[in-house]
Antibody, heavy 118, light 112 residues
């Protein structure tokens, strides 16, 4: 069974970097598919943030392009989100997900809530 | 970015009632290859989103057939034929025809 699990700090100070890990079990992230980060803001708004492909290429939402980095550790079957220079507007629940084809997200993590506050 | 406008924002229904959610796009979602990358997701309370419908009208794996999707171009509809208690939550349409992927604002389905 494929499972994704997000982890990381629940509280980040403004201007610092947010770093999250998505650990994948049941499937090797280098075997196929794109591996995405999606966030849900308070009030239900959802935003696709970007992905890293099975080959290691990345694609980011232009609204975040100057602040976001998605990387991976293939030895641990994990991929990571780093979001720099966070503000209170980055407070959200962050999900990692597997993308089977364009925007077809078939497996999701349970989500991790991150609050940006001093 | 493509704006997806979902209506209504809140939907109250009784068990067994049939309901529809509209998703209107600011641009046509038909690409040059003839594909329409429009999806529907449901997020139940306390859970992660799950795929309901892909490519406008195809049922996701394990999704009950009381759910159906239709539409073309800029206008799309999700229909639930006979709401059940497990259907409560927030429904999102999402498009991937135009970069970046974008979501609608969500429709909350609640029991009347």
């Amino acid at each position: 069974e494929i499972q994704l699990q997000e982890s990381g700090p629940g509280l980040v100070k403004p201007s610092q970097s947010l770093s999250l890990t998505c650990s994948v079990t049941g499937y090797t992230i280098t075997s196929g598919y794109d591996w995405s980060w999606i966030r849900k803001f308070p009030g239900n708004k959802m935003e696709w943030m970007g992905y890293i492909s099975y080959s290691g290429s990345t694609n980011y939402n232009p609204s975040l392009k100057s602040r976001i980095s998605i990387t991976r550790d293939t030895s641990k079957n994990q991929f990571f989100l780093q979001l720099n220079s966070v503000t209170t507007e980055d407070t959200a629940t962050y999900y990692c997900a597997r993308e089977a084809i364009a925007a077809l997200f078939d497996y999701w993590g349970q989500g991790v809530m991150v609050t940006v506050s001093s | 970015d493509v704006v997806l406008t979902q209506t209504p924002s809140t939907l109250s229904a009784t068990i067994g009632q049939s309901v529809s959610i509209s998703c209107r796009s600011s641009q046509s979602l038909l690409d040059s290859a003839g594909n329409t990358y429009l999806y529907w997701y449901l997020q139940r309370p306390g859970q992660s989103p799950q795929l309901l419908i892909y490519l406008v009208s195809n049922l996701g794996s394990g999704v009950p057939n009381r759910f159906s999707g239709s539409g073309s171009g800029t206008d799309f509809t999700l229909k639930i034929s006979g709401v059940e208690a497990e259907d409560l939550g927030v429904y999102y349409c999402m498009q991937a025809t135009h970069a970046p992927y974008t979501f609608g604002a969500g429709t909350k389905l609640e029991l009347k």
